[in-house]
C-alpha cells in the first residue's frame, strides 16, 4: 500500500501563486508515476500534470500548460505542482495519485493510490 498525503492549497487571489505538495509513504518502491488531478463542484476529476518515476516524461492538460509546473524528489517521496497565475476557473479540490507503471497516464483509470485531496480556491 501507497498513502498520499497532499499540502499546500488555500486562498488566493487571482494572478497568485501555490505550490502544493504530495508526500508519500508505505510501499513507495511501488511507486513510479506520479500525477495530479483536480476535482470542482459538479464536475468530473480532471488531469492537470503527470510526471514519470525519473522525471524526465512531463504531460500537462492545455489548459494548465505554461502556469504549472510538475516537480518530484524521489529521495524525499515527494510531488510537487506550482502553480502560476492562478485562475478562478483553477478553483477545485487538487488530487495526488501514484501508479504502479513506470510510464506516465492521463486517465483516473490508470492510477492505483490517492491522496485525500487539497482545496484551492482562486478569488477574482
Known amino acids: 500500500q501507497v498513502q498520499l498525503v497532499e499540502s499546500g492549497g488555500g486562498l488566493v487571489q487571482a494572478g497568485g501563486s501555490l505550490r502544493l505538495s504530495c508526500v508519500a509513504s508505505?510501499?513507495?518502491?511501488?511507486?513510479?508515476?506520479m500525477g495530479w488531478f483536480r476535482q470542482a463542484p459538479g464536475k468530473e476529476r480532471e488531469f492537470v500534470a503527470a510526471i514519470s518515476r525519473n522525471g524526465l516524461r512531463i504531460v500537462y492538460a492545455d489548459s494548465v500548460k505554461g502556469r504549472f509546473t510538475v516537480s518530484r524528489s524521489n529521495t524525499k517521496n515527494t510531488v510537487y505542482l506550482q502553480m502560476n497565475s492562478l485562475k478562478p476557473q483553477d478553483t477545485a479540490v487538487y488530487y495526488c495519485?501514484?501508479?504502479?507503471?513506470?510510464?506516465?497516464?492521463?486517465?483516473?483509470?490508470?492510477?492505483?493510490?490517492w491522496g485525500q485531496g487539497t482545496q484551492v480556491t482562486v478569488s477574482s
Open positions: 495519485a501514484a501508479r504502479s507503471s513506470v510510464l506516465v497516464a492521463t486517465a483516473p483509470t490508470d492510477y492505483d493510490y
Open positions: 508505505g510501499r513507495t518502491f511501488s511507486m513510479n508515476g
